[in-house]
């Protein structure tokens, strides 16, 4: 049987094969929507070939005028301007590895900020504990920098400078507008006998902590791009390891 839907899976593997052959990098916009027309259920795909060639187009639009803007002006880093970080179920450490990622993209001088809009526990333990300070709405530590969203915020107060962490735990809708959408999943042997599937359209999955043999599980049943966290303890601390872990998450996201 086929219908507009099969029409969309059949766009879907031609943008995909012109896209490869074009040898040009493909941006992460691009893979979503393409990821989206192939979905193997029918009704995940977007509702039209019309609404699908719409917003194609404008993602083309979108990508010649920052081809034009790179032409005019030198842009270092080249980092996304928001980067959701979503839970795959409760307890994986989507708080912790937010954070972490916070504290590393500053200490590697990428300026970057954290943002939790569901949940106020993590910002009423940062108001309690003596190593943080506030100033003007934004709430810091070292490396760390967090805008208030439940306490001390006032309406004139402005954001750091940088990449915005959200801290979305496992609301996933939170994050389905970021540049960049990472997934964290757990590493315990009881829960990766079979990894459940993860959204075709996200960009990256850390796995936390790191386990070769669980992120290997993820990459064949999820097909999608899998780091590894160090086991810690301290997501405000910087050592060796997280400083290598930030390198090559780096290299995935620029």
Known sequence: YVDEKSDLYSLGKVARLMQRRSGDEISRKVRRIIAQALRENPSQRPESVKSWSEEWMKIQKEQERQLKRRKKQKKVGNLPKEIAVIGTE??????????SLTVLMNHAGDRAWYVNPYDAVPERIMETEDIFCQKSGIIYHDCFYSISQWGRKKAD??????????????????????DLRIYVCG??????????????????????PANRQSGRLVVKE???????????????SVNRQKINFYKALRREIV
């Open 90 to 99: 409760e307890g994986v450490g989507c708080t912790q590895i937010a954070v």
């Open 157 to 178: 107060d402005q954001p750091p400078e940088g990449t915005k962490i959200i801290d979305c735990g496992i609301h996933e809708e939170a994050g389905r507008n970021a």
């Open 187 to 208: 590493s315990n042997a009881w829960k990766m006998t079979k990894p459940e599937p993860l959204e075709p359209d996200i960009d990256l999955c850390i796995m936390n």
């Open 222 to 236: 999820c097909h999608v791009r899998t780091l590894g966290y160090p086991a810690d303890l301290d997501a405000l």
